[in-house]
């Protein structure tokens, strides 16, 4: 099936409106632009950044920052308030709290990798902002995220954005049709430079020239070990230390808690080998951190869970897709095949590090198939 050319403009067809947007805003630039462009093509906008943590932490306390932090807020409102439309301050920390840290905390309890952006994206930016969006009268939710829009009868699914380095559509792989059909991604046809030249070119040098953070926002020292220790009172007797083995299953050692490791590590073990050693599993059920060499990362295949097919009503046994397993993975050629609990992921070639709790998501070209999180 072809899909439809790209819907980013948002106007209604029928009555030439333009509708009513809340346009999401994070303090940063890429928020900020978008909302200058929505303005000049005659947008009614209506700003709103959320709140969703505190300084809980000693560490955190020392250092906030990220795009929840205070200031991003009070940065967000005044630009709000330069750009000539209202602003409002979601308090979302409860809702944060019960759901995307503690789901972070509970993935870590059971060795797995969690992304918590990949579930803050549904639950808060398009669960309690759309539910904003419906008390103000807004019809369209804005944001400054680098992806498209695509349409397949019916069906509106995620296009990876035109800047292949930003493009942020594997965070957003949990967004469903009837989200996508509200929302307006302003920036899916620019680069970041380009960005950042529309910026100073409308007078916000400053906002032009700001830093950006890829740090998780509620573990603002990006060190979730801390986190965890901070968070969980009784973290080191739920998570002892225990055996560090081969793959074959010789013992090579003493790990301090599986929290401490994830898929792939290297430094840090606190073992010597003589030779290069990797974690290439995390054995929960024996308390056992498997090491081995670069080659035992290596997997042919996978199994996901939690799915999400957005461009398609269903899936095709050996559908042929190009499967990301993390942000920064070009992907790899994969065919999918159902099974009683999730899909199958079969690749071409073996790819490295396989991580259980991360996502894994479906790519045909620049269209977002749907995802799943890797058991």
Not at 147 to 171: S, V
Not at 241 to 268: A, C, D
Request: hydrophobic share 35%; net charge negative; proline share 3%.
């Amino acid at each position: 099936m072809r899909s439809e050319e790209t819907m980013q403009s948002g106007k209604d067809l029928t009555t030439g409106r333009k509708p009513r947007v809340l346009m999401a805003m994070s303090g940063g630039i890429d928020s900020g632009v978008s909302a200058m462009l929505l303005k000049e093509q005659g947008y009614e906008l209506v700003g709103v950044t959320f709140r969703t943590f505190d300084s809980i932490t000693e560490s955190c306390m020392a250092r906030e920052k990220g795009c929840c932090s205070v200031d991003s807020i009070f940065e967000a409102k005044h630009l709000a308030e330069q750009l000539g439309f209202e602003h409002h301050i979601l308090d979302a920390r409860d809702t944060f709290r019960k759901t995307v840290i503690q789901n972070f905390i509970d993935e870590y309890l059971q060795c797995r990798t969690p992304n918590p952006c990949v579930l803050c994206n549904p639950i808060i930016k398009w669960g309690l902002l759309l539910e904003m969006a419906d008390e103000l009268g807004c019809e369209k939710l804005a944001t400054g995220h680098y992806a498209r829009i695509g349409r397949n009868g019916d069906r509106f699914f995620l296009r990876k954005g035109k800047d292949g380095l930003k493009d942020q559509t594997y965070f957003l792989w949990k967004l469903t049709s009837d989200h996508l059909s509200r929302t307006l991604f302003p920036l899916g046809d620019l680069t970041k430079s380009e960005v950042r030249a529309l910026a100073a070119e409308h007078g916000f040098v400053k906002l032009s020239q700001k830093k950006e953070s890829e740090e998780i926002c509620f573990v603002p020292d990006n060190n979730y070990r801390n986190f965890l220790k901070e968070n969980v009172p009784d973290l080191e007797e739920r998570m002892r230390p225990g055996k560090f083995v081969s793959t074959e299953g010789k013992v090579l050692g003493r790990h301090e808690g599986m929290y401490n490791y994830t898929i792939g590590q290297r430094r840090g073990l606190g073992i010597a080998l003589g030779v290069p050693a990797y974690v290439v599993a995390l054995d929960a059920a024996r308390n056992r951190v498997v090491i081995g060499d670069k080659d035992d990362l290596m997997k042919s295949s996978l199994l996901v869970r939690d799915l999400n097919i957005s461009k398609y009503d269903s899936i095709e046994d050996g559908m042929t897709i190009d499967c990301r397993i993390r942000y920064r993975n070009q992907g790899t050629p994969a065919r999918l095949y159902r099974e009683d609990e999730g899909l199958r992921v079969e690749f071409d070639t073996p790819v490295e590090s396989v991580t259980p709790g991360q996502s894994a998501v479906f790519y045909e070209g620049d269209d977002v198939v749907g995802g799943g999180i890797i058991r």
